[in-house]
């Protein structure tokens, strides 16, 4: 199971989405219930992962010289020469 399946124009999306849901109601309960955990839990685990990243960044940008530059310009009226530290 993808987290995308398919792209249909959207006169046939009803009837996909009622082929989809026929097709996961037969499946067995408990493999489907299984795979969902785990795709939930991953999905989970990489939005952790991104935001940890995402903080360490922004940390390292809060500290930076071209924060500093940016600032300065801003109150200086003129536009920002970033060096990239």
Do not use: Y
């Amino acid at each position: 199971m993808g987290l995308i399946n398919f792209a249909v124009p959207a006169e046939e999306l009803d009837a996909k989405v009622q082929e989809w849901a026929e097709r996961l109601a037969a499946t067995a309960p408990l493999a489907l219930q299984s795979t969902k955990t785990l795709v939930n839990m991953e999905l989970k685990r990489i939005a952790h992962a991104i935001m940890d990243a995402g903080m360490a960044f922004e940390a390292m940008t809060m500290t930076s010289e071209d924060l500093r530059e940016a600032i300065a310009a801003i109150k200086e009226k003129r536009t920002p020469a970033f060096t990239g530290r």
